[in-house]
Nanobody, 124 residues
Framework: QVQLVESGGGLTQAGGSLRLSCAASGLTFSGHTMAWFRQVSGEEREFVAAISWIGVATYYTDSVKGRFTISRDNAKKTVFLQMNSLKFEDTAVYYC?????????????????WGQGTQVTVSS
């Protein structure tokens, strides 16, 4: 049984930082592209960042480039999202996702497994 468990969300002020973690179990972690998505209530879930199997390649949506960094530790089966210079519009539930494809994609249907999400709230 595959499980993705996110942690690290919370409340911070604009300009602050948070570090999200996603611990995986039940899958060959090093054989999965990992990604972060986010969703605001009433809106579609949107892509944030993705990282390749061994962490060499990364891909970000334009709105977070230069502020967010995705990384992974295959030995610990964990993927991270370091979020700096947070803005009010970054407020959302953040989801971790895993795909067995080597493609570092932004489409939701590529990702087979999803976590339950962690809330990030940025006050203005």
């Amino acid at each position: 049984q595959v499980q993705l468990v996110e942690s690290g969300g919370g409340l911070t002020q604009a300009g602050g930082s948070l570090r999200l973690s996603c611990a995986a179990s039940g899958l060959t972690f090093s054989g999965h592209t990992m990604a972060w998505f986010r969703q605001v209530s009433g809106e579609e879930r949107e892509f944030v960042a993705a990282i390749s199997w061994i962490g060499v390649a990364t891909y970000y949506t334009d709105s977070v480039k230069g502020r967010f960094t995705i990384s992974r530790d295959n030995a610990k089966k964990t993927v991270f999202l370091q979020m700096n210079s947070l803005k009010f519009e970054d407020t959302a539930v953040y989801y971790c996702a895993a795909s067995p494809s080597a493609v570092i994609g932004r489409k939701r249907d590529q990702y087979n497994y999803w976590g339950q999400g962690t809330q990030v709230t940025v006050s203005s």
